[in-house]
């Protein structure tokens, strides 16, 4: 069974920084594509980061590009967003996953298949 526990959520002033990290256990980890994803209240969950098996390509959303870094230790079986000059827009709860594919760097939930429980990130004005 597969598992991804998050961490390194939580509050933070405007212009802060924070780094999340997701272990994941009980799949070949390094094989496959991950993802990094957000949901704000009254919000559609939305993505954020993903980085492609190898680490070598890697895909943002506009709202974060050039604040945040998604990076992975396939040794410890852990991705990573290093999040940046952070906004009060930037609140929510960040999940990350696993992909179905290897090369590419999807954006978009279906091409995800498992994820995390989600960590808190609250930036205050």
């Known amino acids: 069974q597969v598992q991804l526990v998050e961490s390194g959520g939580g509050l933070v002033q405007a212009g802060g920084s924070l780094r999340l990290s997701c272990a994941a256990s009980g799949r070949t980890f390094s094989s496959y594509a991950l993802g990094w994803f957000r949901r704000a209240p009254a919000k559609e969950r939305e993505f954020v980061a993903a980085i492609n098996w190898s680490g070598g390509s890697t895909n943002y959303a506009d709202s974060v590009k050039g604040r945040f870094t998604i990076s992975r230790d396939n040794a410890k079986n852990t991705v990573y967003l290093q999040m940046n000059s952070l906004k009060p827009e930037d609140t929510a709860v960040y999940y990350c996953?696993?992909?179905?594919?290897?090369?590419?760097?999807?954006?978009?939930?279906?091409?995800?298949?498992?994820w995390g429980q989600g960590t808190q990130v609250t930036v205050s004005s």
């Open positions: 996953a696993i992909s179905r594919y290897t090369v590419a760097t999807p954006a978009t939930p279906e091409s995800y298949n498992y």
